[in-house]
């Protein structure tokens, strides 16, 4: 998946895609909720393309379900700081 490959690329889709969810009325639980099935998604069928991804897959890998919860609420802030910038 080439979009994963570079990181500035990702996280400007992930924004985008949290931005059209907000829009359509997707509270932040359910957003928070798709966040962790799009993080276990990855975490068992791709490899990591970069290293901000590593370090992503190796947290995920060791995170208690209550810690994947926080780490995708964190993505989430990320991807849209990054919209706002």
């Known amino acids: 998946m080439a979009l994963l490959e570079n990181w500035e690329k990702w996280t400007s889709f992930l924004g985008q895609q949290v931005e059209n969810a907000q ?24 490899d990591p393309k970069n290293e901000q991804e590593r370090v992503l897959s ?13 780490l995708a609420n964190c993505v989430v802030k990320l991807v849209q700081q990054h919209r706002v910038q």
């Open 58 to 70: 190796d947290l995920w890998g060791v995170a208690s379900d209550d810690e994947k919860h926080a």
């Open 23 to 46: 829009e359509t009325g997707m509270s932040k639980k359910m957003i928070e909720n798709t966040a962790v099935q799009i993080g276990n998604y990855l975490a068992k069928n791709v």
